[in-house]
């Protein structure tokens, strides 16, 4: 069951060492954060801590994603402070509800930073171009997940992949299709959504890079299109391939509709089924399906998987399974925060913070993103790498599918455009 005590602003506990040099952006000494922790001026940065806000959708369409997202958050928060915190400061954090609405989302930012001073914001929500035009304007520091155009268009936001991105896509998903023989392509988006109105037009780039022809494009909103009508565009386009940015649920209805009509299906792709308890469900249904995910699989031995299981077990139990791509983004996003914190130096400012995390190169997220990041790169861009995982044909588990190079994470070109 929820705690409601989480609904409060508070503190994610811990104590601190650790050590860095003052950037130049700081104005410090040569001195230790100890000796020059009484002279930091910037907004939220004192003695013993510095204070982040986080401006997430506990209320509204979204809230239950953003509530285990929130999980993962806490537990990097937790671990980070457990560890000694950033130059000796503790981490802590403040939070508000945007309500899932850009005007939410507004007033969310300016009460953390207006109100409460907060040094550096986190967005789990998917309205953050509410407030993007006004941190911007403060110079505050921004991470989390790029659902939106906005993410693109200011320098002070950082993500590790940007799902609306409008300026290209990569060769990654192409050539993961093309090594699986398919080669027509039909792509079934959200109406209603322009994240994936825009990866319509980065996936169709990436398979023609590869040779697979799109053949049909197909608009299609959950609970009101029907899933036996698109099938049967389907398979009048004979596509054998099927790409689908759409909730899980709508992605299975789609599958098995095509299957009732025929259409055998050499890649169906989705990265909304990455998610065992899905296949406790429906695995029949999703067999053969394969899910796409710019993380570390949950069938990795890496010990970074290790470490993170273990602090969203500790530090946030009432996440009730920690194998949850949301949980995972929720983590990796206060992972930014805590690089982006260290590398502001011992007396940070807000543009340290923005200069040195966009110099940063490889970005692995503490391991969960075995290609790494190039922050300097990436702005509105979508990732590179992605790793790939198909259901098995009984439905009951999920199976790597290695690169080429015997890697986990596929990885590919930018394509302009």
Request: glycine content about 12%; proline content about 3%.
């Amino acid at each position: 069951m929820r705690n409601t005590a989480r609904k409060r602003s508070r503190a994610v506990g811990g104590a601190g060492s650790a050590v860095m040099l003052c950037v130049a952006l700081a104005g410090c000494g040569a001195g230790g954060s100890a000796a020059t922790a009484s002279t930091c001026r910037s907004p939220g940065v004192q003695g013993g801590s510095i204070r982040v806000g986080v401006a997430y959708s506990d209320t509204g369409a979204v809230s239950s994603t953003f509530t285990a997202a929130r999980g993962g958050f806490e537990a990097r928060i937790a671990l980070a402070n457990q560890e000694g915190g950033v130059d000796g400061r503790r981490i802590d954090v403040v939070w508000a509800d945007d309500a899932d609405t850009t005007s939410g989302n507004l007033a969310a930012a300016q009460d953390l930073v207006g109100r409460q001073g907060a040094f550096a914001l986190g967005q789990l929500s998917i309205a953050a171009s509410g407030s993007a035009a006004y941190l911007a304007g403060l110079g505050v520091p921004v991470v989390g997940f790029a659902t939106e155009k906005a993410w693109d268009d200011y320098a002070n936001m950082f993500s590790t992949a940007y799902d609306g991105a409008e300026t290209g896509g990569t060769s990654t998903d192409g050539k993961f299709v093309a090594a699986r023989g398919g080669t027509k392509a039909a792509i079934v988006m959200d109406a209603g959504s322009a994240a994936s109105l825009s990866y319509s037009g980065a996936i169709t780039a990436s398979l023609h890079a590869a040779g697979v022809a799109t053949v049909a494009t197909i608009p299609f909103t959950g609970g009101l299109t029907s899933p036996q009508r698109t099938a049967a565009t389907i398979a009048a386009s004979h596509a054998d391939v099927l790409i689908a940015q759409l909730d899980s649920e709508s992605f299975r209805q789609i599958v098995a509709a095509s299957r009732e009509a025929g259409v055998k299906f050499k890649v169906a792709l989705s990265s909304a089924i990455y998610d065992r308890r899905l296949l406790a469900r429906s695995g029949g249904d999703l067999a053969g399906t394969t899910a796409s995910v710019t993380h570390i699989s949950f069938e990795s031995t890496s010990p970074a998987l290790t470490r993170f299981r273990d602090a969203v077990v500790r530090f946030a139990p009432e996440v009730d399974n920690p194998d949850q791509t949301v949980v995972v983004g929720g983590y990796g996003v206060a992972d930014m925060l805590v690089t982006g914190l260290k590398e502001a130096g011992a007396c940070p400012t807000r543009a340290a913070f923005i200069a040195n995390l966009r110099n940063t190169r490889h970005y692995d997220a503490s391991g969960l993103i075995p290609g790494g990041v190039d922050f300097s790169t990436n702005r509105g861009r979508p990732a590179l790498c992605l790793t790939f995982m198909t259901v098995n044909p009984q439905g009951t588990a999920f199976q790597l599918q290695p690169a080429p190079n015997g890697g986990e994470q596929w990885c590919g070109t930018r394509l302009e455009g």
